[in-house]
C-alpha cells in the first residue's frame, strides 16, 4: 500500500478483556515497529521485527503484551487481560530495512481505551 | 539501553523568533539521531537527521547540530511561523538493526 495503515482506529475495550490490533506495513519494508504513546506522553518502543529475525521484545511492559508478524507483512500487536494503564495511541512504523538511513514511517496509529 | 532526555517539554514563541530543543543521549555509541515532527493528531513524520560523522546539518529553515563529546543535539528552528506549531520528538540509535529510543517531545507553540 501506500502507507503504514493501522486497524482499528479507534478501540473502547473493558478491562480485562484482549484485543489485538493489526498493522500493516508498506510493502517491501523488512523492519516493522510498535510504539505505545499514552496521553501528552512521548513514543515508548514495544517491541520490533527485522525479516526472519528474532524480534526484539525489549519494550514490552508485561507478558500481557505479545506481537506476532508473518514474514514481512502484517504484525498484530495482541494485549491481555486490559488494564485501564494500556489506555494509549498505539503506532506502528516501517522501514526499509536496519541501515541507519532509513526513516521510520508511521501508520496513524489505534486509540485503545479501556473502560 | 540507551534513554534520550529532551528539554523543554514546552516552549511557546513569537512568529519570526527561533526555537532551540536540546536533547541528551546516554549511550556513547549511539551514531544517528532524528527528528520527527506530530502535529495535533497526526502521525510522527521525519524532519531530519543526522549521523555521528556531521556535525551540523541544515534544510531551510531548520538545522540539527550534534556534540558527540558532551552527547548531546539540538534541533534549531528560525523564522518560526504558525505552522511550525507541533510536537517535536528527538531520538537516538548506537546500531543498524535497533529501534530508535524517542525523548518524550517538546510542544512548540508558534504564535502570529
Known amino acids: 500500500g501506500a502507507g503504514v495503515s493501522q486497524s482499528p482506529s479507534n478501540k473502547v475495550t473493558e478491562k480485562g478483556k484482549d484485543v489485538e490490533l493489526r498493522c500493516d506495513p508498506i510493502s517491501g519494508h523488512t523492519a516493522l515497529y510498535w510504539y505505545r504513546q499514552r496521553l501528552g506522553q512521548g513514543l515508548e518502543f514495544l517491541i520490533y521485527?527485522?525479516?526472519?529475525?528474532?524480534?526484539?521484545k525489549s519494550g514490552l511492559p508485561s507478558d500481557r503484551f505479545s506481537a506476532e508478524r508473518t514474514g514481512e507483512s502484517v504484525s498484530t500487536l495482541t494485549i491481555q487481560r486490559t488494564q485501564q494503564e494500556d489506555s494509549a495511541v498505539y503506532l506502528c512504523a516501517s522501514s526499509l530495512g536496519t541501515e541507519l538511513n532509513y526513516g521510520y514511517t508511521f501508520g496513524s496509529g489505534t486509540r485503545l481505551t479501556v473502560v | 539501553g540507551e534513554n534520550v532526555e529532551q528539554h523543554p517539554s514546552t516552549l511557546s514563541v513569537q512568529e519570526g523568533d527561533s526555537a532551540v530543543i536540546k536533547c541528551t543521549y546516554s549511550d556513547s555509541a549511539s551514531n544517528y539521531f532524528p527528528w520527527y515532527k506530530q502535529e495535533l493528531g497526526k502521525r510522527p513524520q521525519l524532519i531530519i537527521d543526522?549521523?555521528?560523522?556531521?556535525g551540523e546539518k541544515k534544510d531551510q529553515r531548520i538545522a540539527v547540530t550534534l556534540n558527540k563529546t558532551a552527547k548531546h543535539f539540538s534541533l534549531h528552528i528560525t523564522e518560526t511561523q504558525p505552522e511550525d506549531s507541533a510536537v517535536y520528538f528527538c531520538?537516538?540509535?548506537?546500531?543498524?538493526?535497533?529501534?530508535?529510543?524517542f525523548g518524550k517531545g517538546t510542544t512548540l507553540s508558534v504564535s502570529s
Open positions: 543526522i549521523r555521528s560523522n556531521v
Open positions: 521485527f527485522q525479516g526472519n529475525s528474532a524480534p526484539d
Open positions: 531520538a537516538a540509535t548506537y546500531q543498524a538493526g535497533t529501534a530508535l529510543i
